[in-house]
């Protein structure tokens, strides 16, 4: 069982940046980690993906602007956001999946962090 902490959320002007944190109770070392994220009345989309390999995929709408990383030996994830817009404002979810071979066997998710963009 992994837990997941997101740090980093808050209110940021546009053209701001703010970098998230998902701090995880366990090792990510084999877990696919992801960040999500929900706007009021929208539903919950993948913005940015980094599978245990290091290979990283963006929603088309923060590509250039955002970027995931990882740091396996301190356990967290991280989401820099550049030139921040108010379409991104919306609740960040830090997300991780465990694969069984190629099955997925758990998916963890953490409580969220609010980012808000001010125009």
């Known amino acids: 069982q992994v837990q997941l902490v997101e740090s980093g959320g808050g209110l940021v002007q546009v053209g701001g940046s703010l970098r998230l944190s998902c701090a995880a109770s366990g090792s990510i070392f084999s877990l696919n980690m992801g960040w999500y994220r929900q706007a009021p009345g929208k539903q919950r989309e993948l913005v940015a993906g980094?599978?245990?390999?290091?290979?990283?995929n963006y929603v088309d709408s923060v590509k250039g602007r955002f970027t995931i990383s990882r740091d396996n030996a301190k356990n967290t994830v991280y989401l820099q956001m550049n030139s921040l817009k108010p379409e991104d404002t919306a609740v960040y979810y830090c997300?991780?999946?465990?694969?069984?071979?190629?099955?997925?066997?758990?998916?963890?998710w953490g409580q969220g962090t609010q980012v808000t963009v001010s125009s």
């Open positions: 997300n991780a999946e465990e694969y069984s071979g190629r099955y997925l066997a758990r998916v963890y």
């Open positions: 980094i599978t245990s390999g290091g290979s990283t």
